[in-house]
């Protein structure tokens, strides 16, 4: 099997427009959750989010691609620009046909759907733009990002909510691993912050009103986030060959469904991925020393995934890391794991582990050294990212420090 | 303005052209408009004019209104604002 490695790193979220922006902001424990602002605030309960504030698509694209790129579309394509950029690679010949793009998303053009039901129940109106459908659908971003840069290989887009971007790395990963490609283009986006979309999520009843404050006994639900991240995966020696610089390597991972409840997490579910992953990475229990946690903030996955990691690793669950950076960029749904996949790679190349902020009472349930509020420096070689899903469908990575 | 330079205005919007480059006999394949482009351009004229064109993408020669030139495009426009207003 190939080695795999992660040459290339690309992001747009609350915390900033790059990777070098978000990394800083992650390090100084910066909270980029803020009041929302669009159309009809003010007929929600739920007003804050880790909304994507100063940016103007406008500045980014021309007209023919507004027309087409739905919000989770033109932050793809902001985050690959420069993972793409960082990797150095251009795709002709060979490696086009060979290389694909792999993506996460749970909602699609949310934006586009509620602009346009409330333009033809609202409003009354009788006809909609002709893109509308080309620019909902939740395989744009893949579909556009393969078009810039002729990706011609495996292509799509997978969904599983909280899950989407890390069952999609894993998919990725798995392609490189296995020969089947020497490239692959992956991450995940997310854009739901519009009046419709935070409205499905106040019925749930799970959101927090003021923070995200992830493992915190006083935590009272998730902020939903925007955003994406884009990686680009390489095999190991293709890399070498090459010169690349190397942010980490992608050691493997596992996936679980729980097949019990659409919304209550499970700690059988969790822990059986964890373990899964380390298993497919080969690595011990004890040589992990930092989690990227799933860490909603709600009362029920907090919990479920402390007791999930101090099963499985015994002992040494008192001596890793574990922190939740949705504290700080909100829960970006199916872009979520890629964002956080950018705090796994920071703990392993950079050694500085991004903190669990708003965190103000200790829980006896979340009893984990959850790096409160403070970013730590710490030599990690493995690292863990989580993603639980609704619906019971748990993805979880294994990265190892390239050296 | 005449519907004939609305309508001009529209298409060399689309073409991302001057007005003053379209020229009648021109066809949108001459602009470099593709199917998109006239999907977007009809429903540009749709909104323009408060009308509705009679257009399937699927089968462009069956529909009640003739694409083969700007001048055919106009002279479909002017047709439907009469009748549908």
């Known amino acids: 099997m190939k080695r795999v490695v992660i040459t290339g790193a690309g992001t747009i979220n609350a915390l900033g427009a790059t990777v070098p922006q978000t990394l800083e902001a992650m390090r100084e424990g910066r909270c980029g959750i803020s ?24 500045t980014r694209f021309n007209r023919q691609q507004l027309a087409l790129f739905d919000r989770f579309t033109q932050f793809t394509m ?16 060979e490696l086009a046909a060979r290389a694909g793009v792999i993506l996460g998303n749970s909602g699609g053009g949310m934006t586009t759907l509620d602009e346009n039901y409330r333009s033809v129940y609202e409003d009354g109106k009788n006809r909609v733009h002709p893109f509308v459908v080309p620019k909902l659908m939740n395989n744009a971003a893949a579909s556009h990002l393969s078009m810039e840069y002729n990706l011609k290989g495996p292509s799509f887009t997978v969904s599983t909510a909280c899950a989407s971007s890390n069952h999609a790395m894993a998919q990725a ?47 009272n639900g998730m902020v939903q986030g925007e955003g994406a991240a884009i990686f680009v995966f390489e095999e190991y020696e293709h890399a070498r060959k090459r010169g690349a610089e190397i942010l980490a390597e992608v050691a493997g991972f596992a996936m679980t469904s729980d097949a019990s409840d659409i919304v209550m ?31 909603t903030g709600t009362a029920a996955n907090d919990k479920t995934e402390s007791a999930a990691v101090a099963d499985v690793f015994g002992g040494h669950a008192d001596k890793l890391m574990i922190s939740s950076t949705k504290s700080m960029h909100a829960h970006l749904i199916g872009g979520t794991g890629a964002v956080e996949l950018l705090a ?13 902020i708003g965190y103000e009472e200790p829980d006896p349930e979340c009893a984990l050294d959850v790096v409160p509020n403070i970013a730590r420096d710490a030599r990690v070689d493995v690292a863990l990212s989580n993603a639980f899903a609704f619906g019971g469908l748990n993805a979880v990575l294994a990265l190892r420090r390239f050296s | 303005m005449s519907i004939k330079d609305r309508v001009i205005a529209i298409i060399a919007e689309q073409a991302v052209l001057e007005p003053s480059d379209i020229a009648l006999e021109n066809t949108l394949e001459d602009l470099g408009i593709d199917s998109l482009g006239l999907v977007e351009s009809i429903f540009a004229i749709e ?7 009679p257009f399937n993408a699927n089968e462009p020669s069956e529909s009640d209104f003739d694409i083969s030139s700007v001048r055919t495009i106009i002279a479909g426009i002017e047709r439907l604002v009469k009748e549908q207003s």
């Open chain 1, 344 to 356: 796994c790679i920071m703990a392993l190349r950079d050694g500085i582990i991004a903190p669990t």
């Open chain 1, 78 to 93: 902001i985050a690959a620009r420069e993972a793409i950029a960082q990797a150095g690679l251009t795709f002709t010949g």
């Open chain 1, 35 to 58: 009041e929302l602002e669009f159309r009809d605030v003010e007929r929600l309960s739920i007003r804050i989010g880790g909304q994507v504030k100063n940016y103007d698509p406008e």
């Open chain 2, 47 to 53: 909104e323009e004019f408060d009308i509705s064109v």
């Open chain 1, 265 to 295: 997490p499970s700690k059988q579910g969790a822990a059986r991925a964890i373990q899964g992953a380390l298993r497919d990475a080969r690595v011990n229990r004890d040589e992990v020393g930092y989690i990227n946690a799933h860490g």
């Open chain 1, 173 to 219: 990963f798995q392609m490189v691993h296995g020969g089947i490609t020497p490239v692959m283009v992956t991450g995940g986006s997310e854009s739901m912050l519009c009046f419709g979309g935070v409205k499905a999520w106040e019925g749930l009843r799970v959101m927090s009103r003021d923070a995200c404050r992830p493992f915190s006994a006083n935590r």
